[in-house]
């Protein structure tokens, strides 16, 4: 054992008159592992990593309500006719008419009342009916309500 180690074991334990055991110098090493780790441990974040923190709290907020009100279908007469964006209407698609939103976004639209939502793609524009914020195909509205209502209180969140 080195003497400079020795000195020290003397320093931290002046009640030992003798030299230390190979047993004592290991409790004495593990000691001061402990103490360096411990040490290494409590050093303060780094601004660096306050900035990255925050980053990881904007990506995890959930989208934005863009409105809430009234959603109706589209009727048996408007299958097969060319909506806004120049597709063709179809029943069974998930897709929604909406005034103001950019044609070929995702919303996601859900039942105030049960819950129950549905991602559709915006490909028209309307609903033209007052109190009415978005039209959705007839398969899209029977996902989340009943067809025969007519009328659902609904939630529109714009999906990136």
Known sequence: MSKTLINWLGQI??????APSG???LIA???LTLLLALTGCSSLPQEEDKVEEEVVLVVEE????VESGLA????DRHHNQKTASGERYR????????????LGSYV???????G?????KINDRGPFVRGRIIDLSKSAFAEIGNTASGLLHVDVQVID
Do not use: D
Request: glycine residues 2%; hydrophobic residues 40%.
């Open 23 to 25: 047993h004592s110098v």
């Open 116 to 120: 129950q939502s549905v991602l559709v």
């Open 72 to 75: 109706s279908f589209y009727g």
């Open 13 to 18: 334990a002046p009640w030992r008159s003798r």
């Open 91 to 102: 029943h069974e698609l998930k897709t929604a008419a909406h005034r103001t939103l950019p």
């Open 108 to 114: 996601k639209v859900t039942n105030q009342k049960t």
């Open 29 to 31: 090493c593990a000691m």
């Open 62 to 65: 959930a989208p934005a309500i």
